[in-house]
T-cell receptor, first 112, second 112 residues
Framework: DTGVSQDPRHKITKRGQNVTFRCDPI?????LYWYRQTLGQGPEFLTY????????KSRLLSDRFSAERPKGSFSTLEIQRTEQGDSAMYLC??????????FGQGTRLTVV | GENVEQHPSTLSVQEGDSAVIKCTYS??????FPWYKQELGKGPQLIID?????GEKKDQRIAVTLNKTAKHFSLHITETQPEDSAVYFC???????????FGQGTILTVHP
């Protein structure tokens, strides 16, 4: 399978714990995006990278959130001190600059 | 930033009928409009897209039209089948090509 891969698919964590998600984009894609989707809503943009550079961050991305793409390949999204409001599906997408974005299956986070 | 409105929120049709979903956008600089299909528990799947220099694009049973003057675009599905049942999202790029602003989604149900 050469699509966008996300790990884990599901994560249950206690409030206050830190969590980290991983995204492996389609191999030749230089752009990588993170979105968050809550139930019944469309995905909301969080941040994106071109190669290893983080080019834009949404105001939704509070200081508890950090994303990295250290070698311009896979990316990680970390949430520190999780809150119940962080419960959502976290989606990763990748694209070539100026071309269609393809999404992974997402990581569903539940904060209890 | 870009704002995308999508209607209707739910759409129920009989197998073989046509389905139309409409979206409006606010940013006249938007130049790329993809449509995604999302099935339960899965990530959004790109089904068709249109760029601002084109008024209509067709791919088998799916077509998209764009009216730049009125700032709206529509998805048309003909000869609907039960497997078309899913949530459909439209999106626009605003001034940041690749960063997508999504509509609220349309739950399409095709009854056999």
């Amino acid at each position: 399978d050469t699509g966008v891969s996300q790990d884990p698919r599901h994560k249950i964590t206690k409030r206050g714990q830190n969590v980290t998600f991983r995204c492996d984009p389609i191999s030749e894609h230089n752009r990588l995006y993170w979105y968050r989707q809550t139930l019944g809503q469309g995905p909301e943009f969080l941040t994106y990278f071109q190669n290893e550079a983080q080019l834009e961050k949404s105001r939704l991305l509070s200081d508890r959130f950090s994303a990295e793409r250290p070698k311009g390949s896979f990316s990680t999204l970390e949430i520190q001190r999780t809150e119940q409001g962080d419960s959502a599906m976290y989606l990763c997408a990748s694209s070539l600059v100026g071309i269609e974005a393809f999404f992974g299956q997402g990581t569903r986070l539940t904060v209890v | 930033g870009e704002n995308v409105e999508q209607h209707p929120s739910t759409l129920s049709v009989q197998e073989g009928d046509s389905a139309v979903i409409k979206c409006t956008y606010s940013d006249s600089a938007s130049n790329y409009f993809p449509w995604y299909k999302q099935e339960l528990g899965k990530g959004p799947q790109l089904i068709i897209d249109i760029r601002s220099n084109v008024g209509e694009k067709k791919d088998q049973r799916i077509a998209v039209t764009l009216n730049k003057t009125a700032k709206h675009f529509s998805l048309h599905i003909t000869e609907t089948q039960p497997e078309d049942s899913a949530v459909y999202f439209c999106a626009g790029t605003g001034t940041s090509y690749g960063k997508l602003t999504f509509g609220q989604g349309t739950i399409l149900t095709v009854h056999p």
